[in-house]
């Protein structure tokens, strides 16, 4: 090929590489708060070098004609001036221009919201080419829980958090009442960031509670199962889309499933395995322990059919579910029930553990747990092994189910349990993440039994250093099956739960790191 055409062609990708990174839209991720600590602003694509972008501080919402700059644009900012502030620079590597504004503790600015957009420099034919998403954080003491006193319209335990297409997130179903009666809710809730508050969002196609939420390949969100309009385990599902902002039913499970699990398989298929099939109340409030299923299914989302899986060795319930680097999914412990000739069952709490295999299709013995537990989260702590602390570790017709204490990692790439230095309160129920710095804080939860849990307001630290729990900082409120999500700007925030009584709660509260 000639040199001046291969010239040309070159030319040319480059401007349609340019052209197309111009039409996109310009993103503006902000993170940070915490007091003392870092605010970062992020404004991406760019076009490097070509793009200079302009990032704009403000205390307060706009809004602000961009004719103030140029007569002959008639858009506006979604933030004031007020500041006299403008961070701006060249896109840089990768097409980002970052800012980076270091803060330290100011109880003024506790509660203070800053927003901010960002804009780039074309000069033609108009002075600003794209105009990003606007974006806010709000300030609080680091290392603490902060109460702004945001709640949503409706109390809810055992709900679900998705985050959307524009920047806000849903909080989707849950039981409203007691922890004990609790009703499913069939409403759903977006929180806004910019305003701070929630909004009704679509309604889902039935209420649902203590229910399982999976992230699809496609990016869309499958619910599955949980406790229905009569609190009674359900098989119907449906398809949540964050970018249309629907639910829609989707093909039902062959049965009703609540304390089940729900696992994005590697082949994009959902592996669902145990749970209550019902929910007995006679002649004791145990007697719901009978109805944990070994039944398991397999949901593809590509035709939105269910098809039968291997058995568990065990019936489960409430038990816990880790994907392997493999693909094999660990199941581990649950609420269970073994057969007694004289009396027929009795209930049990399993240390006992599965393997499952999707390629074989197989379900296999695994090694137990150091110790038995149900109703907690694995706590991915990095580098394939996952920590494991408290839940129900007890469950006789003498023993109603009482929390343990007791923790271990396991390790996915070994396949071994090693237990770990104990949590200062026995809880379950409750919710954990990650600090940074080899720490996890663990968070509320309830002690006392399973017929008579008592909210926890507690928190405690997990040191990978160290293998042990020490003191966290005290929530704003007692919370036991809250819903938690770790928010674009850095934060995590925490929905709901049962609080000090039992009652189901609308508050809210944000940790800061």
């Known amino acids: 090929m000639p040199t001046a055409t291969l010239l040309r062609l070159t030319l040319l990708s480059s401007l349609l590489v340019a052209t197309h990174l111009r039409a996109q839209a310009l993103e503006l991720d902000v993170t940070g708060g915490s007091l003392p600590g870092v605010v970062v602003a992020d404004a991406y694509p760019g076009v490097v070098p070509n793009d200079i972008v302009l990032i704009v501080p403000s205390l307060t919402t706009g809004p602000t004609p961009l004719a103030w700059a140029d007569p002959v644009d008639p858009r506006v900012l979604d933030v004031g001036l007020e500041l006299n502030t403008i961070w701006g620079g060249y896109a840089g590597v990768g097409g980002h ?191 719901a322990v009978h109805d944990a ?72 013995a695994a090694p137990q747990m150091t110790r038995a537990r149900s109703l907690i989260d694995p706590v991915p702590l990095g580098n394939d092994r996952w920590l494991l602390a408290g839940g129900i570790g007890g469950l006789t017709l003498t023993n109603l189910g009482t929390p343990t204490n007791t923790a271990e990692i396991y390790d996915a790439v070994a396949n071994t349990w090693t237990a770990v230095g104990p949590m200062a309160t026995a809880r379950g129920n409750h919710k954990a993440w990650a600090l940074g710095g080899g720490q996890f804080l663990f968070t509320g939860g309830a002690d006392g039994t399973i017929i008579n849990p008592v909210s926890l307001a507690t928190t405690e630290i997990f040191s990978i250093a160290t293998n042990t729990f020490s003191a966290g900082p005290a929530m704003n409120f007692a919370r036991a099956g809250a819903a938690a999500f770790a928010t674009p700007q850095g934060q995590v925030q925490l929905f709901g739960g049962a609080t000090t009584g039992g009652s189901i709660t609308n508050t809210t509260e944000w940790y800061y790191f």
């Open 97 to 287: 221009f970052t800012f980076n504004l270091p803060l330290g503790f100011d109880p003024t600015l506790v509660d203070l919201p800053l927003y901010f957009q960002s804009l780039t420099v074309v000069w033609t034919p108009t002075l600003f080419g794209r105009v990003s998403n606007p974006n806010v954080i709000r300030f609080a003491a680091a290392a603490a829980f902060r109460d702004r006193q945001v709640t949503s319209f409706n109390e809810r335990a055992f709900a679900t958090v998705i985050p959307r297409a524009d920047r806000k997130w849903l909080l989707a179903g849950g039981g409203r009442g007691l922890l004990l009666a609790q009703v499913a809710d069939q409403t759903t809730e977006i929180y806004d960031p910019l305003t701070d508050s929630f909004a009704y969002g679509p309604v889902m196609t039935t209420p649902r509670s203590i229910h399982t939420a999976t992230q699809l390949p496609s990016g869309r969100w499958l619910l599955a199962g949980g406790v229905g309009p009569n609190n009674d385990p359900q098989a119907l599902c449906e398809i949540y889309d964050p970018v249309l902002d629907t639910f829609t039913a989707s093909a039902p499970m062959s049965i009703p499933r609540m304390g089940h699990t729900a696992t994005l398989l590697p082949n994009g298929k959902v592996f669902v395995a145990g749970g209550l099939r019902a929910l007995t109340v006679t002649p004791t409030q145990l007697s």
């Open 293 to 364: 299923t070994n039944l398991t299914e397999i949901y593809d989302p590509v035709t939105d059919t269910w098809t039968p899986g291997p058995n568990l060795t065990t019936p489960r319930a409430g038990h816990m579910a880790v994907l392997r680097p493999n693909g094999t999914v660990m199941l581990a412990g649950g609420i269970s029930w073994d057969t007694v000739i004289i009396v027929g069952w009795l209930p049990t709490v399993r240390r006992s553990c599965d393997l499952y295999d999707p390629v074989g299709g197989t379900i296999a």
